[in-house]
């Protein structure tokens, strides 16, 4: 088939858009790009692997000022872009991670790695995790933080197996219901909460009230 790609595209692009995020399409399909539907086409490895180089390429672009990079051997370098890639070079950088990257510019490698290792970097990734495992949780969007809070740090104590909508059935029904009373004392009333004593009572306080626990 002969067809001007160039001219196709312009069309195309004309008659589906052109949007750079995810939306929702008039058949309610995850849409991005020119009329990609990611609900059911999603994308290939190759095009995974395009967008990583991107993403790569921006990364370095942002740590080219790191001059200490140069002196380093390949696999470190890797690690920091690795930390840079999952963190965002607004959370790790000289300035928020400041013992590890002392320790890397006067080649001390042993303190690095034990900075990297009693930092809040392994939580985070958990913390990563589970708000990936209750992304379908619709109504989580409709609460506010402290509440979202509450939720994320049940799930982190007790995992999404023990704690969801099947297993806590009144609590996830009152939330849902924007009931933050009977979903603070259904959460009080639980087995967990005789387990974890003082955490229970400061999470259901900030459901209750919408606000961080404040001693």
């Not at 991005?32 to 994308?43: A, E, T, Y």
């Not at 080219?64 to 380093?72: G, K, Q, Y």
């Not at 930092?119 to 506010?144: G, M, P, V």
């Amino acid at each position: 088939m002969r067809v001007d790609k160039g001219k196709l595209i312009d069309m195309l692009i004309l008659h589906e858009g052109l949007e750079l995020k995810p939306y929702q399409c008039t058949a309610d399909k995850t849409t991005i790009g020119v009329g990609r539907n990611l609900s059911d086409v999603g994308i290939t490895d190759e095009e995974a692997k395009f967008l990583l180089l991107n993403d790569l390429q921006r990364i370095q672009k942002e740590v080219e000022h790191w001059t200490f990079m140069e002196s380093l051997a390949e696999p470190r370098q890797a690690v920091l872009l690795d930390m840079v890639f999952n963190m965002g070079i607004s959370r790790f950088n000289a300035n928020t991670w400041v013992k590890t990257f002392a320790a890397i510019q006067y080649k001390d490698f042993e303190k690095a790695a034990n900075e990297m290792l009693e930092s809040k970097y392994l939580l985070l990734n958990d913390l990563q995790r589970i708000q990936k495992e209750i992304a379908h949780w619709n109504f989580l969007e409709k609460l506010n933080e402290p509440r979202q809070a509450v939720i994320l740090d049940m799930v982190f104590n007790m995992g999404v197996s023990r704690f969801n909508a099947n297993t806590c059935v009144k609590t996830f029904a009152a939330i849902q219901d924007n009931d933050w009373e009977k979903a603070a004392n259904e959460m009080l009333e639980s087995k967990w909460a005789k387990q974890v004593g003082q955490r229970a009572i400061r999470l259901s306080q900030m459901m209750r009230k919408g606000v961080w626990y404040v001693d």
